[in-house]
């Protein structure tokens, strides 16, 4: 399994934006496709953003199309989550996952590396 740290969330108001990062390390980053997940107080984990392994294709949930970019730099082993016009209800706590099995998915169980996840809170 290759080892996921995420860095950039924070707090920042309505309209706001923040740069998410995912740091890899322990596997051939480049053979491994990324998602995005976040999960909200009481609520589930829920599917945010996914890019496969060259960054050719990509994938977003309906509730973040348009607003957010996820993209990666193979070279620095490294995925980004990219998020502008940020709302209250994108309050969360972000993790980064990796799977070197699926080639672009939005489900959970295709990923066996997790990061320990970030803090993304908007205020209104």
């Known amino acids: 399994q290759v080892q996921l740290v995420e860095s950039g969330g924070g707090l920042v108001q309505a309209g706001g934006s923040l740069r998410l990062s995912c740091a890899a390390s322990g596997g051939t980053f480049s053979k491994l496709a990324m998602d995005w997940f976040r999960q909200a107080p009481g609520k589930d984990r829920e599917f945010v953003a996914a890019?496969?392994?060259?960054?050719?294709?990509?994938f977003y949930a309906a509730s973040v199309k348009g607003r957010f970019t996820i993209s990666r730099d193979n070279a620095k082993n490294t995925a980004y989550l990219q998020m502008n016009s940020l709302k209250p209800e994108d309050t969360a706590v972000y993790y980064c996952?990796?799977?070197?099995?699926?080639?672009?998915?939005?489900?959970?169980?295709?990923?066996?590396?997790w990061g320990q996840g970030t803090q993304v809170t908007i205020s209104s």
């Open positions: 890019i496969n392994w060259s960054g050719s294709n990509t």
């Open positions: 996952a990796a799977s070197g099995s699926a080639w672009l998915s939005s489900r959970q169980s295709d990923f066996d590396s």
